[in-house]
């Protein structure tokens, strides 16, 4: 079984950008543009994992991770919170690291999940 990747980000090349970049890691992704389909994907698909943008219209990434936490099917999902304007990665397990770059992205998607969901991959 593939780990399913959300990645919330309303910036189409950044979007694609890492999409590519997960999927050649073997990673299914599925992708949202703005907070609320964001939510309505994560209650869908119920990803392994979710990378959040900051800066979202309408809503913020802390508005769209609050809501996450506080609903049932998603409360357990791994989340990172990325912004590209401030080059830094936040994990929600109080981790920050800046800058970032697309493989750190991925190393905390191969950390995070257990060797079982990510079929090995280190």
Avoid: C, N, W
């Amino acid at each position: 079984m593939r780990t399913a990747v959300l990645l919330i980000d309303d910036d189409e090349e950044t979007r694609s950008a890492i999409a590519d970049f997960v999927v050649e890691a073997a990673f299914t992704i599925e992708q949202a543009s703005d907070a609320t389909s964001g939510l309505i994907l994560a209650e869908q698909v119920e990803p392994d994992i979710v990378l959040l943008d900051l800066a979202l219209p309408r809503h913020s990434g802390l508005d769209v991770l609050h809501r996450l936490k506080e609903r049932h099917p998603t409360r357990e999902i791994p989340v990172t919170i990325r912004s590209t304007y401030a080059m830094l990665l936040i994990r929600t397990d109080g981790e920050l690291r800046t800058p970032f770059d697309l493989k750190d992205v991925l190393d905390y998607v191969s950390q995070t999940l257990p060797a079982s969901a990510t079929g090995g991959v280190p």
